[in-house]
């Protein structure tokens, strides 16, 4: 079956960085849109990017772009999030979800569409990022 598994995250002060990553199973992975969600308690979910495993097109959340860089390697079924001059408001749950059906193309093109986490069926269970002073 699809398993996600999430690492790397922690505590850090603002303008610090973490790295991200995302180890997957279960699935042929070079078909697949993959994205990392963020969720901040009382919140909404918020895709902040994707990747397409099948040829690396990326794609960010403008609250993001500048700042974090998705990426993969296909021979470890990983991927990754580097996060650069981290903010406070960056403090979130991150997670790794993967979309296997026709759609991904089209949903890790339009990651800031509302409600565009229903579309993704596969999630991993999350690792803590924190932002502090």
């Known amino acids: 079956q699809v398993h996600l598994a999430e690492s790397g995250g922690g505590s850090v002060q603002p303008g610090g960085s973490l790295s991200l990553s995302c180890a997957a199973s279960?699935?042929?992975?070079?078909?697949?849109?993959m994205v990392w969600f963020r969720q901040a308690p009382g919140k909404e979910r918020e895709a902040v990017a994707s990747?397409?495993?099948?040829?690396?097109?990326?794609n960010y959340a403008d609250s993001v772009k500048g700042r974090f860089a998705i990426s993969k390697d296909n021979a470890k079924r990983t991927i990754y999030l580097q996060m650069n001059s981290l903010k406070s408001e960056d403090t979130a749950m991150y997670y790794c979800?993967?979309?296997?059906?026709?759609?991904?193309?089209?949903?890790?093109?339009?990651?800031?569409?509302?409600?565009?986490?229903?579309?993704?069926?596969?999630w991993g269970r999350g690792t803590q990022v924190t932002v502090s002073s």
């Open positions: 990747i397409r495993t099948g040829g690396g097109k990326t």
């Open positions: 979800a993967a979309d296997l059906s026709a759609h991904g193309p089209s949903n890790c093109a339009d990651i800031q569409a509302p409600g565009v986490w229903e579309n993704f069926g596969y």
């Open positions: 279960g699935f042929t992975f070079d078909i697949a849109c």
